[in-house]
Every structure is written in structure tokens, then in C-alpha cells.
């Protein structure tokens, strides 16, 4: 079965420095991954996604890379915020009408934003 | 529109007993699926569901039972708790969202103590 593996697992930066975090999934048919963003006591939320078909995907201060071949991709923030502190977490799933679309997420990285 | 509701928000439980996790969501989605959260190692599937009727074990399921009669509701079961059981669990479904993306709504979950 599909194994994401997510690193770092911890990650300190200064506010308005850039954070990234990556990550490896081992299924090739995966092509759909999505990030999310855990405050303290909250549920997860989704932040961004990309699918298999797009290499880059960006929102404001936040991008999503893509490598097919390498099978991993990555979250970009800039101009980090002390609102950005948070466990962020990848995500893969096969998507489609014969797939169940199980989420299989990384270990998540919680990251701190100095000020 | 409440969106995807768990109860209860917390629970102590006294090894070897059981209880049942309630996840109720009104939109009308096909897929649900049940995560449980321990630190540092991320979300792990302990059952999924693509439909009234069909279940189906994902990664951790030793321990839980689900059931899916109706499309709006999905239990899962903890027959026998042990102290490996605590956790936060959460529930999730799944929606179409557009240009082959997808939208997985999270429950605020359930934090469940076994001791």
C-alpha cells in the first residue's frame, strides 16, 4: 500500500523567512496530494492541494512542487507568520471513480514561526 | 448545514470496556472515512466507507468495528478498550469539488482516554 513519509518533523524559522516541507510517497498510481494545516486542539484543514497532472500549484504565500518522476512534493510558505506556527501534514490518495479515495497522510511537521 | 458531526468531544474509558464513536454529516456525501491521531505519527485510516452498506478496512482497523446503514451516519465501535486505543479520533468525508479535485470535510473529533 501507498507509505508517505514527511520530513522535517520539526521546523523553527523567523517570522518572514520561508519554511519548506517534504515529502515521498511510494505509490506511482497516487495522484492527488493534498496539504493540511493542524492548530493546536483543531481538526485538520486543507490549505492546498495538487494533482498529478500540475507540477507547481500557488495561493498567496503558499506553493505546492510536485515531482512525478521523483515521487515527492513539497510545501513552500513565504514570508512566514507567527499564525503559520501549526502541524502542517501531507496527504496522497488515488483519485477517481474506481478509487476510494483514502488519504494516506506523513507524520506532519509541526512548525514554529519566531517573531 | 452542520457539516460532519462527532460525538462525544471527549470519553474515559476503563480498560475492557466498549463504546461506539457517533459521526453524523448532512451533506450527502458517499465517502467517509475514520482516522485516529497519535503524536508525532501523523493520521492513520482505521475504516473507510464509499457507501450505504460498504466498509472497508484501511490501516489500523485491529480492535474497531464500523457500520454504514444509512448514508448520513457512521459509527465506529471499540469493543474491549485498551490503554494502545487512546487517541483522537476523527471523522471525514469526501466531495467533488471541481476540476478533478477533491474536499475532505473533517470532523472536530473525538479525544478518548483508556485507562
Known amino acids: 500500500g501507498e507509505n508517505v513519509e514527511q520530513h522535517p518533523s520539526t521546523l523553527s524559522v523567523q517570522e518572514g523567512d520561508s519554511a519548506v516541507i517534504k515529502c515521498t510517497y511510494s505509490?506511482?498510481?497516487?495522484?492527488?496530494f493534498p496539504w493540511y494545516k493542524q492548530e493546536l486542539g483543531k481538526r485538520p484543514q486543507l490549505i492546498i492541494d495538487?494533482?498529478?497532472?500540475?507540477g507547481e500549484k500557488k495561493d498567496q504565500r503558499i506553493a505546492v512542487t510536485l515531482n512525478k518522476t521523483a515521487k515527492h512534493f513539497s510545501l513552500h510558505i513565504t514570508e512566514t507568520q507567527p499564525e503559520d506556527s501549526a502541524v502542517y501534514f501531507c496527504a496522497a490518495s488515488r483519485t477517481g471513480s474506481s478509487n476510494t479515495g483514502k488519504l494516506i497522510f506523513g507524520q506532519g511537521t509541526t512548525l514554529q514561526v519566531k517573531p | 448545514n452542520a457539516g460532519v458531526t462527532q460525538t462525544p468531544k471527549f470519553r474515559i474509558l476503563k480498560i475492557g470496556q466498549s463504546m461506539t464513536l457517533q459521526c453524523t454529516q448532512d451533506?450527502?456525501?458517499?465517502?467517509m472515512y475514520w482516522y485516529r491521531q497519535d503524536p508525532g505519527m501523523g493520521l492513520k485510516l482505521i475504516y473507510y466507507?464509499?457507501?450505504?452498506?460498504?466498509?472497508d478496512k484501511g490501516e489500523v482497523p485491529n480492535g474497531y468495528n464500523v457500520s454504514r446503514s444509512t448514508t448520513e451516519d457512521f459509527p465506529l465501535r471499540l469493543e474491549l478498550a485498551a490503554p494502545s486505543q487512546t487517541s483522537v479520533y476523527f471523522c471525514?468525508?469526501?466531495?467533488?469539488?471541481?476540476?478533478?479535485?477533491?474536499?475532505?470535510?473533517f470532523g472536530s473529533g473525538t479525544r478518548l482516554t483508556v485507562v
Open positions: 451533506m450527502n456525501h458517499n465517502y
Open positions: 471525514a468525508t469526501r466531495t467533488r469539488t471541481g476540476g478533478g479535485n477533491y474536499g475532505y470535510t
Open positions: 505509490d506511482s498510481a497516487s495522484n492527488y
Open positions: 466507507s464509499v457507501g450505504a452498506g460498504i466498509t
Open positions: 495538487i494533482r498529478s497532472n500540475v
